[in-house]
């Protein structure tokens, strides 16, 4: 996720980052002013055809594709923000669990005590990378009574791991440890890592449908390649500026959308979960 200051005006205007989206357009946006170039030149310098300019039709034409924009902006940030407000919980949650097991397990137990630590660490980070391409075995720590192995076999890498803490959960409660009441409180707080991982798994296989986010992409097509016959006879070759301009501000609109909707990634707009993790793992050392 990109750092910055949101009160710097001008240093972010005149930023040019690496996943700006005019990089990303600049191919298009080359071709697409070469074609309006040539139109322009056909249509000026040869044919000089008469008709009347269609900027009126264009103009509402383009507050109704301005409306579609910005829904499925205002959709992509909901699920950018839901996202968010998962890690939150998640970060609360393993505090909560830690902060109760640190007070429950003797403090001479000493390697029961860091195997929890250990296991509630490696679940966040199996469940940051499951949400991406696949668990980095390399982040998950190794420790007595964690199998790493048996983990990293299984297909859903996080349920395995807590299937791992829910046993050692048990054997707190069939020494002795644990009464039952407490054993009801530290179940309702483990569930909820459970319901965190489902809720973030449910962002990300559901995109927005592909008819809509199809629909959306024709319609600035087809409004972008239409938009110098209803402007040339108003600005002549600058239709060229205006037609790329309107093309960068739609695109960039649609392109910003497709990043945050799937908020997990590595990508410069999406969810800080690297940070999230690392903060998590500093946090559960200091309670343990």
Known sequence: MVSYNPKSWFSIIFQ???YDTFRQLLPTITVLGILTLVFCYVEIEILNLEYTSTIAVHSLIGFVLSLLLVFRTNTAYDRWWEGRKHWGAMVNNTRNLSIK?????????????????????????AMKEHLREGVLEQELEE????????????DHVPNAIAQQIYHQL?????????????????????????DIIGACERIKKT???????????????????????????????????????IFYVLAS????????????GPDANDLPTDALSETIRKNLKELY
């Open 101 to 125: 097991l640190s007070q429950i397990i003797p403090t001479e137990e000493t390697e029961r005590r860091q195997l929890f630590r250990v296991l509630l660490t490696n679940y966040v980070f």
């Open 207 to 245: 995109p927005i449908p592909y008819s809509y986010s199809a629909f959306i992409k024709k319609f600035i097509f087809i409004y972008v390649m239409s938009l110098p016959f209803g402007v040339v006879r108003d600005f002549g070759y600058s239709t060229i500026f205006v037609v790329l301009f």
């Open 253 to 264: 609109l649609e392109l910003i959308a497709e990043e945050i909707e799937d908020p997990f």
């Open 170 to 194: 048990l054997l707190l409660k069939k020494d002795g440890l644990i009464s039952d009441e407490q054993q009801i409180t530290l179940d309702n707080e483990f569930r909820s890592l459970t």
């Open 16 to 18: 040019l980052h690496k």
């Open 143 to 154: 420790i007595a009574g964690f199998d790493k192995k048996e983990v990293m076999s299984r």
